[in-house]
């Protein structure tokens, strides 16, 4: 038995079969794979009965649905309003450039993606940058490189273990 | 308290009368002593992002050192958003109302020996005032608060939003109890005509007026009704509707269950957004518990009216904040708006009637109960009654969530309340609204801020956000900030939306390297002009006011990128140049070390220098100099 296809079974069981829940079981998907698969997709489609081409419309339409695996370090920078007047931007760019990889992307080596996001509402502690959902606030781009410098090393330090 | 007090308290009982919450109510006052010492921790965004809850595991491990039990006296208590989160974490210690800001968890043994144990002040860690240093040692002192008037968010910081019996001791639910024991549908209707209410998400609809039209929608098309309650909070800069959902949510939800009661609906939806976990979290809790008290769900306080909810978490759209993409959001689609020519309140949510409003809305209903919609409407001012939660943001020293009556002076809030900008400068400019609201310049800091008097400069009231922005920041680059945002959370459907942002953004991507000419601000108005006409919602129609406004007032700026090819305000990347002013610079190497593309040279102890073709221009030599040596020109 496929582990993966099991856990699908008991996300589908948890809402009704019908089309209004389509949201619904894509965001548990995403949160338990870290994005949607296409036979994920097509299991979602047989349970609602939506089709195939409507369900990605409704997935490529959210920004919080990923279609392709995400790495093994989600980097968020805020880019809310607050977090752009000091600087948000200036991270976005610096990390795009340290990590060869445009926001929205996955590092070829499945380490780092990089995604921007509109506003945390964490504005006094901007700008925010997010690690695998923790918060790092007033982040500088000193900051920023240490702490990928420790995500690196992380990494590096469990390779070596194995 | 007795044991019986006790055992009554752990485990819910289903109230079946107003009585039997004023009797649960009196039970857990009883229950709390008035002087039992409590440590209040803000859990609020920007407090546990800056370490608040190992602060609080601080305190709890504190008492448990000095051999005291937590669950006897004193506690410790978490609760959402206090509100200066620029000073976080924050820390309340109850009954003095002791204010301690930034503190960190070594903090906490001496503030227990001092302030927990005895009743003194531990000043290094309170409030001082940046200009004359004086302390302030309670909330009723620090201006921020002080001159602010709380009233949706009084409970704010207050109350633990996980536990219903704390928001019941403060009197949640009692104007439900009235409502359904005291009053008929069409009663409630009427208090909320009277009350002057404006719908708090951005447009400043007459509440009372909605639903008004959807009783009358009722009459034609029958039942089922909806109530839904619109928490995509998407503004960027905005956190008032997650800061009230994560700490007060019985608020929202008693002012849906009545608001659901005036229109005879059985079904509502908490639409709320993605990125606010903690406020899907909190409501989550707060409806399960609300339901175990029969506060919700089947035959509500034995009123015979039935009403349940369910939450809808957001996908990260920002156009599902537009009530009609929100309603096929619900319905498990791309959210898409659609026309209004026929309105929501008759065709909304399943094509049935349906009454949204916005969370700060929902929270406001049981105010208005409790004090009578005439009472209600003297608050604030004629036209906009009430009061109105913002989001301090920006460049503004006290950073947080800030409550006054509408048509409070503009400098009140920035200056008196927030601080300014800090070092005694005027502010440059403050947003408002959001990507749909404008730039309000400093001449105009008077402007009262209610719905009309916004509208008037070219702003609007929107959700709440309030931008403070100094002379560092440039208008350009924030209108072409909010264009990009808008560009992308564009659904798409409608032409002038689509296409004419991209435009727009296009001129202003010119005018930030220095092409383009005085010509294109007027293109760039007729762009404008044509979105305010033909754009399929408020999206796409509200979009050019960043731009309109930041033109009407600060043409001169827009004009020294085109003309003289320069960036007042030392942001546009192409217009601006680094450089290390001899000086000033004692060699220390440091941002040689750290510069990205190695363009900057020179000996250790003697004065560097920038390779200006060379250089990114990404600012982190300016970010690594400690003796401000860098400048931009």
């Known amino acids: ?67 392709d695996p995400k790495g093994e370090h989600e980097i968020k920078v805020c880019l809310g309003t607050a977090c752009h007047l000091k600087g948000g931007q200036r991270l976005v760019d610096e990390l795009e450039r340290r990590l060869h990889v445009e926001a929205g992307g996955t590092t070829e080596d499945m380490r780092f993606t990089l995604n921007t996001v509109n506003c945390l509402g964490a504005c006094a502690i901007s700008p925010v940058m997010v690690v695998d959902d923790e918060y790092h606030p007033s982040m500088s781009v000193k900051k920023m490189d240490r702490e990928l410098k420790r995500l690196r090393h992380e990494g590096e330090k469990e390779v070596g273990n194995v | 308290m007795s044991d019986s007090t006790a055992a009554k308290l752990q485990t819910p009982w289903r109230l079946t009368s107003p009585g039997d919450l004023e009797t649960l109510r009196n039970d ?45 006296m004193p506690g410790v208590k978490t609760t959402g958003c206090q509100g200066l989160c620029s000073r976080g974490p924050l820390v309340t210690i109850q009954p003095h109302g002791f204010c301690y800001q930034r503190v960190q968890p070594g903090d906490a043994a001496e503030i227990i020996e001092k302030s927990v144990m005895a009743t003194e002040p531990v000043e290094r860690l309170m409030h001082r005032d940046t200009k004359t240093g004086e302390v302030f040692h309670t909330e009723e002192e620090i201006p921020f608060y002080r001159l602010q008037e709380r009233r949706v968010i009084q409970k704010i910081g207050k109350i633990d939003p996980t536990d219903i019996t704390d928001a019941i001791a403060t009197g949640a639910y009692s104007s439900l ?77 008693e002012g849906l269950i009545i608001g659901a009661y005036a229109l005879g609906a059985e079904k509502g939806y908490l639409y709320v957004r993605a990125e606010y976990p903690m406020a899907i979290k909190h409501l989550e809790m707060a409806m399960a518990q609300a339901r175990s008290y029969g506060l919700m769900g089947e035959n509500i306080l034995n009123s015979g009216f039935s009403f349940d909810a369910r939450i809808n978490r957001g996908a990260g759209a920002f156009v599902c904040g537009e009530s009609t993409a929100l309603f096929t959001s619900i319905e498990g689609k791309a959210g ?64 947080g969530l800030v409550e006054v009556p509408m048509g409070t002076p503009m400098t009140r809030i920035v200056e008196d309340i927030g601080g300014g900008v800090g070092g005694g400068k005027p502010f440059k400019a403050v947003q408002t609204g959001g990507p749909s609201g404008g730039c309000i310049p400093y001449s105009l800091k008077d402007t009262p801020v209610d719905f009309d008097s916004l509208t008037k400069v070219g702003s609007m009231m929107g959700s709440g956000a309030m931008i403070v922005m100094d002379e560092t920041d440039c208008v350009v680059d924030v209108g072409r900030y909010f264009l990009k945002f808008l560009e992308e959370e564009s659904c798409g459907k409608c032409i002038p939306c689509r296409l004419g942002l991209s435009r727009m953004r296009e001129i202003l991507d010119n005018f930030s390297q220095g092409k383009g000419s005085a010509a294109d601000i007027e293109d760039l108005t007729s762009l404008s002009n044509a979105l305010k006409d033909g754009a399929l919602c408020a999206l796409g129609s509200s979009a050019p ?83 401000d040596a860098i400048f931009v020109s």
């Not at chain 1, 097509?42 to 089709?51: A, F, L, N």
């Not at chain 2, 039992?36 to 809850?53: E, F, M, Q, S, Y």
């Not at chain 2, 998400?201 to 039209?213: D, H, L, N």
């Not at chain 2, 003297?378 to 009654?385: N, Y």
């Open chain 2, 336 to 399: 898409n708006p659609r026309p209004k020519y026929v309105r929501s309140v008759e065709e909304g949510l399943w094509g049935r009637p349906t009454v949204l409003n916005n969370v700060e809305t929902w929270a406001n209903i049981p105010l208005i109960m409790g004090m009578g919609g005439e009472e209600y409407a003297k608050i604030g001012v004629p036209h906009s009654t009430g009061t109105k939660v913002f989001c301090l943001v920006g460049k503004v020293e006290n950073v």
């Open chain 1, 1 to 67: 038995m496929n582990p993966v296809g099991t856990n699908l079974e008991e996300i589908m069981d948890r809402y009704p079969g019908e089309p209004e829940y389509l949201i619904f079981l894509l965001q548990d998907i995403q949160s338990s794979y870290g994005y949607i698969s296409p036979e994920s997709m097509q299991r979602v489609c047989d349970r609602t009965g939506v089709p195939l081409t409507r369900a990605y419309s409704v997935a490529t339409f959210y920004q919080s649905f990923r279609l």
């Open chain 2, 28 to 72: 857990i006052i009883e229950s709390q002593d008035p002087n039992r010492p409590t440590i209040v921790v803000c859990h609020g965004n920007g407090c546990l992002a800056g370490g608040g809850a190992k602060v609080a595991e601080a305190f709890r491990q504190g008492l448990s050192d000095a051999g005291i039990n937590a669950k006897l």
């Open chain 2, 545 to 627: 006011n960043p731009v309109l406004t930041t033109i009407r007032y600060f043409k001169d700026e827009y004009l020294a990128h085109v003309e003289d090819h320069k960036c007042p305000a030392g942001v546009c990347k192409s217009l601006i140049t680094f450089a290390i002013d001899p000086e000033k610079c004692n060699g220390c190497m440091s941002c040689a070390r750290n510069c990205p593309a190695e363009c900057i040279t020179g000996k250790k102890k003697e004065p560097h220098a920038i390779d200006a073709s060379q250089c990114l221009r990404c600012g982190i030599c300016l970010e690594t100099c400690k003796f």
């Open chain 2, 177 to 253: 109890a009235k409502v359904l024991s005291t009053m008929t549908p069409q009663e409630v209707v009427l208090e909320m005509e009277k009350s002057g209410l404006r719908g708090r998400g951005g447009a400043g609809f007459p509440t009372g007026r909605k639903w008004r039209s959807a009783l009358q929608a009722i009459e034609k098309k029958g039942r089922p009704v909806y109530v839904v309650v619109n928490g995509d909070e998407g503004d960027p800069g905005a956190f008032m509707d997650g800061a009230i959902m994560e700490g007060d949510p019985h608020a929202v939800l």
